[in-house]
């Protein structure tokens, strides 16, 4: 059984729902990476959905539609999980050569945004945090954030920290409202077009302070947006 986290926030029910990425979701993600960042090389979901301990990915996906057939996909198999560590690995390679049209045949779900977390000891590093454009300035950022936060408190992170471009001044404004402040500055950081990073950072997560903020912002989220199910727990991938 996968463990969930189940994140109740109060409210009207969203249209969406928070989850953590699933392989079937790889060629959407890609998608919404082309669209947020075309600068960035492909990432390698699959990958480190397959095999990275540290990298963590979570998506925003429209609640309707549920097909079961994605659970299935999903979640691993008894068999798989107690099967012998070769046979685990098989079953990991063959997954990773499958195309990602045969994984998505298993998805109906629309996935309308993304954020990627790195735990490192105990700084949890935002990656990435992309909405397809059309569904940009609906709380869906900021849901994937609040979600990126309480999972990195899951997995005992300290602080999160990451690295925004210097002219990107909506994703600076979403940062800051969550309580993250500047640090400092990586110059020349982007090789695309030489722009700075602006290295920002959260307080402790567990500290009161920031605890009350975050609590603030989640009930005024789901008051203006509705209801939300996060449900964030460990990556159903085959054990390794
Ligand atoms: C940054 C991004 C993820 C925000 O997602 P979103 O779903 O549109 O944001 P939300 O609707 O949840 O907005 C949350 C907060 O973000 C800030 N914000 C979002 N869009 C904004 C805009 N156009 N202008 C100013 N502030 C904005 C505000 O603080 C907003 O809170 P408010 O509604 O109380 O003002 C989205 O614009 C995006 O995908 N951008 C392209 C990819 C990107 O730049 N990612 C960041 C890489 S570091």
């Given at each position: 059984?996968?463990?969930?986290?189940?994140?109740?926030?109060?409210?009207d029910a969203l249209r969406y729902a928070i989850r953590l990425?699933?392989?079937?979701?790889?060629?959407q993600a890609n998608?919404?990476?082309?669209?947020?960042f075309p600068e960035w090389p492909p990432a390698s979901y699959k990958r480190e959905i397959l095999f990275s301990k540290l990298s963590l990915y979570l998506v925003a996906c429209e609640?309707?539609?549920?097909?079961?057939?994605?659970d299935q996909a999903a979640e691993p198999k008894e068999n798989q999980r107690t099967a012998s560590r070769l046979g685990q690995f098989w079953h990991k390679l063959r997954l990773f050569f499958s195309s990602e049209e045969s994984l998505s045949s298993a998805t109906n779900q629309r996935i309308v945004g993304l954020s990627g977390l790195w735990i490192?000891?105990?700084?949890?590093?935002?990656?990435?945090?992309?909405?397809?454009?059309?569904?940009?300035?609906?709380?869906?950022?900021?849901?994937?954030?609040?979600?990126?936060?309480?999972?990195?408190?899951?997995?005992?992170?300290?602080?999160?920290?990451?690295?925004?471009?210097s002219s990107n001044l909506v994703a600076q404004r979403l940062y800051e409202k969550y309580g993250f402040s500047r640090m400092g500055l990586r110059r020349g950081y982007y090789t695309d077009n030489g722009e700075d990073a602006v290295i920002m950072s959260t307080d402790t997560l567990t500290s009161a302070s920031f605890q009350s903020h975050l609590q603030r912002l989640k009930q005024a989220h789901a008051q203006r947006w509705g209801k939300a199910d996060c449900q964030i727990g460990q990556y159903p991938r085959p054990q390794g």
């Open positions: 059984m996968i463990k969930l986290l189940i994140i109740p926030i109060l409210g990425m699933r392989l079937e979701d790889i060629a998608e919404i990476d082309r669209e947020c609640r309707e539609n549920k097909n079961p057939l994605a490192m000891s105990d700084d949890a590093h935002l990656t990435t945090i992309g909405i397809r454009e059309p569904y940009r300035r609906q709380g869906i950022g900021e849901l994937l954030l609040i979600a990126a936060l309480e999972l990195a408190l899951t997995r005992n992170a300290r602080v999160v920290t990451l690295e925004v471009r």
